[in-house]
């Protein structure tokens, strides 16, 4: 008589998530808002078999981006994801973000947050770096560009200046779009003329331009020297932006109007940009990132490595996936970790001679520093000193 063997399940046991608060080096001016604190949801997925995996969902100035915040995401995952995930298995990361698409619409940001931890935890488990999952790596480090967002010129042109001297930073985007244009012109022309051909100058407006202030300020700043403009038109007006891409002389790249491998599609058909900004947040995850990627590559159009201004975790996850992209002419701005106060990770992300390395060790080849993530909790009451949770922990 025969006996089937049983076969134990590998399933997901715990989901963990906190959001937690770490001042900027500088207030970051955009055209909606001013961040002088970055709040980040850290995902935390325990598997049976001791595995962790890690993920971030961060947003930029709570919901004056977009239409998702920290607390929502750390609501949807814990009130909804979780009681769907807790139990199922967990080697099929794809299964488990097919469940969670099944029963929740949107949430980009915590779908995103929630498949990053399945992957680096199946990668860990695969001995692989994420990369490796994601379609094999063909770069080990990536170009990183430094947002000048202070509002001030003469600040600027200063921290651009140290940027070039250290070797971390040799092109730079401006924030502009809250003043009239004139004004940011101004702005921008006094910067690229301080730097010259010793840098990039590129301006993301953040959807702040009508069409017609579009079409006048891509002249001037076309004739000042610069050589990409991001996002000029708010996200649904495709018609304007496929006119703008069609008659501008520099580059147009397309951002916050990429929500996923559908917007991807329509502004391939259009034309409606030169340049596609991939961000996993806003594709909804690293896999749908990919494929807009992809479209982006059938389609002819360059791709660029986005962020969402993410602490260690979500940059390094961001890093992994921009490895794998056949060409990147525009590089990334994967510096959201360098604009922060304190670094979450227990060995902070690589950036050398302008460029950031991608972790070899299997997963996202991170760890959390857990006395940083206990200090910045925001439930932690009353917050520790990092002396004392230093002290406790020994």
């Known amino acids: 008589m025969q006996y089937g063997r049983v076969i134990a399940l590998l399933t997901i046991e715990k989901i963990d998530t906190w959001i937690v608060d770490v001042p900027t080096i500088r207030p970051h001016v955009l055209s909606m808002t001013a961040i002088r604190s970055q709040a980040m949801v850290i995902v935390r ?27 929502g995401i750390k609501l949807a995952i814990d009130t909804y994801f979780a009681p769907l995930l807790v139990g199922a298995a967990a080697d099929s990361p794809a299964a488990a973000m097919a469940l969670v698409r099944k029963h929740v619409v949107g949430n980009h940001f915590a779908k995103n947050a929630v498949e990053t931890a ?24 990536l170009p990183v560009l430094w947002t000048l967002a202070s509002g001030v010129t003469e600040t600027d042109i200063e921290e651009a200046e140290t940027m070039l001297e250290t070797r971390r930073h040799r092109i730079f985007k401006l924030k502009i779009g809250k003043r009239d244009v004139e004004a940011d012109v101004a702005h921008v022309r006094a910067i690229k003329q301080a730097l010259g051909d010793r840098a990039s100058v590129r301006v993301d407006i953040n959807q ?20 990409l403009v991001e996002q000029p038109l708010p996200r649904a007006n495709r018609a304007g932006m496929q006119r703008l891409t069609a008659r501008s002389e520099i580059p147009i790249m397309a951002d916050e109007a990429l929500q ?9 058909r259009r034309h409606a940009a030169d340049v596609f900004s991939v961000k996993a947040p806003q594709a909804g995850g690293l896999h749908a990132a990919a494929k807009v990627a992809a479209i982006a590559e ?20 961001a890093a992994h996936l921009c490895a794998t992209f056949a060409a990147l002419p525009w590089g990334t ?39 940083k993530i206990a200090f910045f909790r925001r439930d932690a009451q009353p917050r520790p000193t990092l002396s004392i949770v230093a002290a406790e922990k020994a």
């Open 118 to 141: 399945l992957l680096d935890a199946a990668a860990q488990r695969a001995g692989l770096p994420l990369s490796e999952l994601l379609g094999g790596r063909v770069r080990d480090t």
């Open 260 to 268: 996923g491998p559908a917007d991807a599609l329509d502004f391939a």
């Open 45 to 71: 997925v325990q598997c049976s078999d001791g595995v962790v995996g890690l993920g971030e969902g961060t947003t930029i100035g709570g919901l004056s981006y977009g239409d998702e915040s920290p607390e």
């Open 333 to 371: 701005e994967l510096f959201g970790p360098l604009l922060l106060t304190e670094e979450i990770l227990e060995t902070p992300p690589l950036y050398a001679d302008f460029e950031l390395a991608v972790p070899r060790a299997p997963g996202l080849g991170i760890a959390l520093d857990l006395e």
């Open 208 to 227: 702040a331009w009508d069409e017609q202030t579009a079409r006048r300020g891509i002249a001037m700043l076309a004739e000042a020297g610069v050589d």
């Open 298 to 317: 059938a389609a002819d159009i360059a791709v660029y490595g986005g962020t969402m201004l993410e602490g260690g975790v979500g940059t390094i996850a």
